[in-house]
């Protein structure tokens, strides 16, 4: 039985891992790979209360977050390629268009 | 039978329709305006119709009274000024009646005849609207039954007047004669307008025929009336041309004949007598003294004008101081009483008729010779017979010869004058002497002799003789109503008073014949033959006199004109160069001014709160573009630092 306290700190620690990631990262896999911690650290603090209030309900939600990841996931590296194909980087420095 | 003829009699028959007389002209005033000059012909079909139907309905509207019928008298509500209700209305009765015939009657003959005489006028069109319309102003003096609606058709006459006597304004002979005309009848118009105030306040009404009844019951004090039968009488100085407002008669003759036959001696002309006769009540409730001043002014202005009328070349003007001279005949009559009235208005009724025909006639002379001068004419008689003999029959009614129309009321007029004072009827036998013989004097320089002008005359046409000889007949045929073997029918129409008839007196019939005779025949020895110098010109000083019109034109002239045109004139371009000016220039410094302070406020505080948002809005965004660099991950810093601030501020507070 893993104590609550515990479940919580390791999901703030994968989260703050993540975070780094999508803020320091250049290379968008990379980036994305980051958003893909936060949401799993997400998913273990669902799960840890779940467990810890005997309410299956959120685990349920696990389940979707998952889901709706898988699809994030697709969706993202379909718009890496695309900027690849476009002009030949992934880096997320280079791709500042967006701006005044 | 005898309850049907008086129940006949009692209805007001056709009187009740006497408005639409008035209104017909009105209406044809209206329709050649507008279509004139589309309709063939050029428009004179709308004036002949309509006051030929006017004409018609006036002699039903006589027919009533020929019947013995009574007035009638109606009319609607116009407009109200504080207790003062004005309306308009129609008073109907004998005398109405007649002076309907005249109006409408003298009115078709000069519609008629100007088809003709101003063939091929360039304003054709507008001559007949201004007939059209003096017709209906006067046919509204005539009908109206109140004095607001008579003002109102008096000064339209006068009006159509001067737009008609400056006709041909091209001239500026022309121009200033309609000037001169309406400037000296305005100088009679303003007295006028004044006695009417004073009728208005003294008895609260407009209404003529309730005037009269509240004089007769005596609510109105007699120097009440006094003042207002003055002031009135101003009125009819100027506009019927008496002395000393009758210069503008004779240059009234610089306007197309057939208006000068029309306004200037049938109608407009005889409105001043008209008016006199109309209010007679308040002159006779007046002092005695305004009616020996009516008299006094008559008696003057008949012997004066028919001085002037010896001297005179221009046929017109001959004619025109003959009008002034006749209607001042009537003037003085008025100031004898109610018979005197009575034959004035008799006189008014052949006058009308025979002075139009001598003027039409007269036209046909000067529209065959092209020149109104008589030095210029002369043995006419035989190119232009129908002429001729129509313009002796109205020169001989015009002398007082039996048994033409002017013979029967010259003669009721010197019966009248012997009954009231001496002065006045040998002023008027010596005046039927005088016309006499200038009356002659014109027949015999245009008919007679030899030809002294040029070209070859030929007779008018017959749009223009039929109406010469349509009046002939009435210079006849019309005396006869007056007279005492014809039971004096004229009378029973008019009657003020007194309904009786001036009965016929041998003498009197015989000195005014003997006048007119003696007229004639000292006329026809003096014009006989053909002389180098017409002997009214050579009778020295009363010549120079006579000529220069008894220097009334001069004193009009300088005394009046002149001095005040002079210092108006320099008052006015004083006011004109420092007031105006002045006012002018001021209104444009200040406006520059204005607009300056304006542009500055526009320049410095509107601009400048524009500018200055601008500028504001420009120098933020300047700073706040750098937030926006286009790099995500720089976004993600400040949204997680958000989420931090936003879940530190949640948990601790």
């Known amino acids: 039985m893993i104590r609550l306290p515990l479940a919580l700190f390791f999901s703030a620690v994968l989260f703050s891992a993540g975070v780094y990631g999508v803020l320091a990262r250049r290379n968008a896999v990379l980036v994305l790979m980051s958003i893909e911690l936060m ?28 889901a709706v990841a898988a699809a994030e996931v697709g969706i993202g590296l379909a718009i890496v390629i695309l900027i690849y194909r476009n002009r030949e980087t992934i880096n997320v420095d280079e791709v500042d268009l967006l701006k005044w | 039978m005898v309850a049907a003829a008086e129940a006949v009699v009692a209805s007001p028959g056709f009187a009740k329709y ?24 050029r428009g004179w079909i709308y004036g002949v119709a309509t006051v030929g139907a006017g004409f018609v309905l006036s002699l039903l509207v006589l027919w009533h009274f020929v019947q013995g019928g009574g007035a009638y008298s109606s ?31 003298v009115s078709l003959c000069v519609h008629v005849y100007s088809i003709g005489y101003m063939h091929g006028d360039e304003r054709f069109t507008w001559f007949y609207v201004s007939l059209s319309l003096f017709t209906a102003a006067m046919l509204n003096v005539v009908v109206a039954d109140n004095l607001f609606q008579l003002l109102v058709g008096w000064e339209v006459m006068g009006f159509c007047s001067y737009i008609l006597i400056g006709h041909w304004w091209e001239e500026h002979v022309n121009s200033s004669a309609a000037i001169k005309a309406f400037l000296t009848t305005r100088t009679g118009d303003i007295p006028f307008l004044f006695g009417v105030f004073v009728l208005i306040v003294a008895s609260g009404t407009t209404n003529i025929h309730q005037i009269g009844e509240m004089l007769g019951a005596g609510d109105i004090a007699r120097g009440t009336a006094s003042a207002a039968a003055l002031l009135l009488f101003g009125g009819t100085i100027g506009k019927s041309a008496q002395f000393p407002l009758h210069v503008w008669l004779p240059d009234a003759m610089q306007g197309p004949t057939p208006v000068s036959a029309l306004i200037h001696a049938a109608t407009m002309v005889a409105a001043g007598v008209y008016l006199v006769g109309r209010l007679f009540d308040v002159f006779m409730h007046a002092d005695p003294w305004v009616l020996q001043f009516v008299g006094i002014i008559g008696g003057m202005t008949a012997l004066g004008a028919g001085l002037l009328g010896l001297v005179q070349d221009d046929i017109k003007r001959v004619l025109a101081y003959s009008t002034i001279s006749q209607l001042a005949y009537m003037v003085s009559l008025m100031s004898v009483g109610p018979a005197g009235r009575n034959a004035a208005f008799f006189h008014l009724f052949t006058h009308a008729f025979f002075k139009a ?41 015009l002398a007082g010869i039996p048994p ?48 002294r002008g040029h070209g070859h005359p030929h007779e008018s046409p017959v749009s223009m003789t039929a109406p010469l000889v349509a ?70 000083p009363l010549t120079t006199l006579l000529v220069r019109k008894y220097f009334l ?74 937030v926006q660099s286009g790099n995500v991950q720089r976004y993600a810093v400040l949204l997680f630092t958000g989420v931090v601030v936003l879940a530190v501020v949640f948990t601790r507070f």
């Not at chain 2, 003027?359 to 529209?367: A, K, M, R």
């Not at chain 2, 027949?443 to 002799?449: I, R, S």
């Not at chain 2, 006011?575 to 001014?593: E, F, H, I, S």
């Open chain 2, 471 to 540: 009046l002939a007949g009435a210079t006849v045929g019309v005396g006869f109503l007056g007279a005492s073997f014809a039971k004096a029918v004229f009378f029973k129409w008019v009657y003020f008073e007194e309904p009786e008839a001036i009965h016929f007196v041998p003498w009197v019939a015989a000195l005014s014949v003997g006048a007119a005779l003696l007229g004639v025949l000292v006329g026809y020895s003096v014009y006989r033959e053909a002389r180098e110098r017409d002997p009214v010109l050579a009778m020295g």
């Open chain 2, 404 to 451: 033409l129309a002017g013979f029967w009321s010259k003669d009721e007029l010197l019966v009248s004058a012997s009954n009231g004072h001496q002065v006045v009827f040998v002023v008027l036998l010596l005046t039927a002497l005088i016309t006499a013989f200038y009356t002659t004097r014109m027949v015999m320089l245009t008919f007679f002799g030899e030809f």
């Open chain 2, 75 to 105: 009319s609607v509500s116009w407009f109200r000024v504080g207790s003062l209700h004005l309306e308009l209305g129609q008073y109907v009765d004998g005398l109405t009646a007649v002076m309907l015939i005249v109006v409408t009657a």
């Open chain 2, 553 to 626: 034109d001069d004193i009009y002239l300088k005394g009046i004109v002149f001095p005040i045109r002079d210092k108006v004139s320099a008052f006015v371009y004083w006011t004109n160069q420092n007031v105006l000016d002045g006012a002018v220039d001021g209104a444009g410094w200040l406006a520059k001014a204005v607009s300056r302070a304006v542009d500055g406020f526009d320049g410095s505080v509107v601009d400048g709160a524009v500018n200055g948002v601008a500028q504001t809005a420009g120098f933020t965004g300047g700073i706040l573009r750098y």
């Open chain 1, 39 to 66: 949401l799993n650290a997400v998913n273990v603090n669902l799960v840890a209360f779940s467990q810890a209030w005997k309410n299956l309900a959120g685990q349920v939600f696990a389940l979707f977050l998952i």
């Open chain 2, 357 to 397: 025909l001598l003027f039409l006639g007269s036209g046909s002379v000067i529209h065959a010779v092209h020149s109104n001068n008589m030095s210029e004419m002369g043995g006419l008689r035989r190119p232009m017979p129908v002429t001729f003999w129509t313009f002796l029959i109205g020169s001989a009614a």
């Open chain 2, 18 to 41: 006497a408005w639409i007389i008035a209104l017909l002209p009105m209406l044809s005033a209206a329709l050649t305006l507008f279509f004139g000059k589309r309709t063939p012909g």
